[in-house]
């Protein structure tokens, strides 16, 4: 719960400077560029995340990378105080609620779709189109094929759950059987 709320709180203040700066787009891709780098070189994430090494050389290798990777002094900034708080170890957190907040001021939802077979690009749109109507906002969806399914469509958006698959309604029958309400 403390890491949420210690991602959320630097999420939105990096937000709010990029609001003012109309850099949103901007500071989201670079700070999705550092938690990849970090991701591809682990080793450079323990380093900055191990207590044991001084705060100073943590800086000094992140000033390097900076360089590497062309940061805005704002993200700069924004690392660089993570360092200095002994944060860097919410940077996945951060990035995952900073982009949260992107889709919140862009009017964007964004909806996990299950289906037991594959569906085309023209039935996602169809299934995305459907879901604006019941949102209100535009949906980007992510698709994942889920045989256990059996048919039908699984939708999630948030805490709005639309389950039409086939595993959903046999299971809802057995629920009826069991209470003698089909007859």
Request: no cysteine; charged share 30%; hydrophobic share 40%.
């Amino acid at each position: 719960m403390k890491n949420q709320v210690i991602a959320k709180r630097y999420s939105r203040a990096l937000f709010n400077l990029a609001a003012e700066e109309n850099a949103i787009e901007r500071y989201g891709e670079e700070l999705d560029g550092f938690i990849e780098l970090l991701k591809t070189i682990p080793d450079l994430g323990n380093v900055l995340r191990n207590p044991l090494y001084p705060e100073a050389a943590k800086k000094n290798i992140f000033k390097k990378v900076s360089k590497k990777l062309k940061l805005s002094p704002v993200s700069k900034g924004f690392f660089t105080l993570l360092i200095e708080k002994d944060r860097i170890q919410h940077l996945p957190e951060i990035g995952e609620y900073y982009r949260k907040l992107i889709d919140e001021h862009s009017g964007i939802a964004r909806a996990k779709v299950s289906a037991a077979v594959e569906l085309g690009e023209a039935e996602i749109q169809e299934i995305a189109a459907s879901l604006e109507k019941k949102v209100g906002k535009k949906v980007v969806v992510e698709f994942q094929q889920d045989p256990s399914l059996l048919g039908g469509v699984y939708a999630q958006i948030g805490d709005l759950v639309l389950d039409g698959s086939v595993k959903r309604q046999l299971l809802n029958f057995k629920e009826s059987l069991k209470r003698g309400a089909v007859g």
